[in-house]
T-cell receptor, first 114, second 115 residues
Framework: AQTVTQSQPEMSVQEAETVTLSCTYD???????LFWYKQPPSRQMILVIR??????QNATENRFSVNFQKAAKSFSLKISDSQLGDTAMYFC???????????FGAGTRLTVKP | EPEVTQTPSHQVTQMGQEVILRCVPI?????FYWYRQILGQKVEFLVS????????KSEIFDDQFSVERPDGSNFTLKIRSTKLEDSAMYFC?????????????FGPGTRLTVT
């Protein structure tokens, strides 16, 4: 079974600085997808960024980028120029290529301080 | 921009009662999902639905749960006899099948409180 581990329950960062959230996963699959979702206090789940395992290039979406290390089964999220609106729970998620269920990590609560 | 909607936003029910949580997926999406998040815990997969049948379900999705797509737009989760431990946020999600598009779009959730 696939497991997703987020080892940082809580993190904080000063506004405008950079923070990195860690995620590791366990799988025997070769093809899969990885995602970072953001859950603000409203509890809506918002997709931040996704990565296809067959792509070597790290995904980037504006201030958000990932460091995908397939051999190490690591998928960290870097948030640059942190903003107050980035304060939220961040969930790392894994989905097999030909499967439908998404497995989530336990989440990291990020607080951006002014 | 199209979005997944869910109703109600908050449902309070007594233990043993049946509840139906409703979702309207994005109109051209073909895969539908339900997830559960107990307060303070991780989001957990319940079930996926495609072509009018369950394609996968987790161990959480036991006989008290059922899903249905009664018409072309709604996707429902029914809990037959609620228990206190069913109190959670329930998220519906949908996905457009096809090459290269695999992320799931989540609705805002329904908070279920069982008393």
């Amino acid at each position: 079974a696939q497991t997703v581990t987020q080892s940082q329950p809580e993190m904080s960062v000063q506004e405008a600085e950079t923070v990195t959230l860690s995620c590791t996963y366990d799988t025997s699959e070769n093809n899969y997808y990885l995602f970072w979702y953001k859950q603000p206090p409203s509890r809506q789940m918002i997709l931040v960024i996704r990565q296809e395992a067959y792509k070597q290039q790290n995904a980037t979406e504006n201030r958000f980028s990932v460091n995908f290390q397939k051999a190490a089964k690591s998928f960290s999220l870097k948030i640059s120029d942190s903003q107050l609106g980035d304060t939220a729970m961040y969930f790392c998620a894994f989905m097999k290529y030909n499967n439908n269920d998404m497995r989530f990590g336990a989440g990291t609560r990020l607080t951006v301080k002014p | 921009e199209p979005e997944v909607t869910q109703t109600p936003s908050h449902q309070v029910t007594q233990m043993g009662q049946e509840v139906i949580l409703r979702c309207v997926p994005i109109s051209n999406h073909l895969y539908f999902y339900w997830y559960r998040q107990i307060l303070g815990q991780k989001v957990e997969f319940l079930v996926s639905f495609y072509n009018n049948e369950i394609s996968e379900k987790s161990e959480i999705f036991d006989d008290q749960f059922s899903v249905e797509r009664p018409d072309g737009s709604n996707f429902t989760l029914k809990i037959r006899s609620t228990k206190l431990e069913d109190s959670a946020m329930y998220f519906c999600a949908s996905r457009l099948t096809g090459t290269g598009v695999h992320e799931q779009y989540f609705g805002p959730g329904t908070r279920l409180t069982v008393t």
